[in-house]
C-alpha cells in the first residue's frame, strides 16, 4: 500500500450529502476483484450522460478539477453496501483523502485499508474547506498526516483526529497484509520450533 505522510493538491467540492456507495461505484463494476480500472467508473451515473458522454457540470469532469486527489464532500459520505470497491475506485480515480462532516463506519474503515485518508470534521469547518475548493484548481490544500493538520489555500491551518494505530499504517503503507508481514520473524520462529515439537505435522 502506498505511504500517506502529507499530501498537496487539488481539493474538488461535492456537497452532497449521503452519497452512498453505489453512486460512488455502481453495481455493475463490481465484478472485478482487481483493485485498478475502477476510477474512470467513480460516480459513473453522475459523471456521464446515458449514452457514456461526460456530464460537464459534475464537478469531477470540469477541468480544473480533473486532477483532484482531495474530495470535500457532504454529510454521511460512503452510506448504503459495505463494498470495498468504493475506496479501490477513489484511489484509482486519483483522490486520496476525503473530508467531510461524517461517514459511513465500514467505509470510512476501509478508506485506511487502502491508502486513503477519511477526516471527519465539524460542519462549519467542512463549509470552510468546501468555500475554498470552490475556487478551483489554484486553491490547492496541503494535508499534513504526522502533524495532523489541512492548510488552506489562504494559509488556515485546521486541525484533525485521527486514530493513533490507523495513523501509523497509513504512514507507513500498512495494509492488514503488511501488519501481518511485520511479524514475519516471530511467526517464523513459531514455526520453526512446531516444526521441531511435532515433526509428523
Given amino acids: 500500500m502506498d505511504k500517506f505522510q502529507t499530501l498537496t493538491g487539488i481539493a ?3 456537497p452532497l450529502i449521503n452519497v452512498d456507495t453505489d453512486m460512488i461505484i455502481p453495481k455493475q463494476f463490481l465484478k472485478t476483484i482487481k483493485r485498478s480500472g475502477l476510477g474512470v467508473n467513480l460516480f459513473d451515473e453522475m459523471r456521464y450522460d446515458g449514452d457514456g ?7 469531477l469532469n470540469k477541468p480544473q478539477y480533473r486532477e483532484a486527489q482531495i474530495l470535500v464532500a457532504g454529510d454521511n459520505f460512503g452510506c448504503g453496501s459495505s463494498r470495498e ?3 479501490w475506485a477513489i484511489k484509482d480515480f486519483g ?9 459511513a463506519d465500514i467505509f470510512f474503515n ?3 485499508k487502502n491508502g486513503i485518508l477519511p477526516i471527519a470534521l465539524p460542519q462549519e469547518t467542512v463549509d470552510v474547506l468546501m468555500k475554498d475548493a470552490e475556487k478551483g484548481a489554484n486553491a490547492r490544500m496541503e ?9 488552506t489555500s489562504d ?14 499504517c497509513l504512514i507507513e503503507g500498512l495494509d492488514d497484509i503488511g501488519l501481518t508481514l511485520e511479524k514475519k520473524a516471530s511467526v517464523d520462529a513459531f514455526e520453526a520450533r512446531a ?7
Fill in 110 to 112: 476501509n478508506c485506511f
Fill in 195 to 201: 516444526a521441531e515439537a511435532r515433526p509428523w505435522v
Fill in 85 to 87: 470497491h468504493a475506496p
Fill in 53 to 59: 458522454n461526460e456530464i460537464a457540470d459534475f464537478v
Fill in 143 to 151: 494535508v499534513d498526516l504526522e502533524a495532523q493538520t489541512i492548510t
Fill in 12 to 14: 474538488a467540492p461535492m
Fill in 95 to 103: 483522490i486520496r483523502c476525503v473530508i467531510a462532516p461524517s461517514f
Fill in 155 to 168: 494559509g488556515e491551518v485546521i486541525s484533525f483526529d485521527v486514530d493513533p494505530f490507523k495513523k501509523h
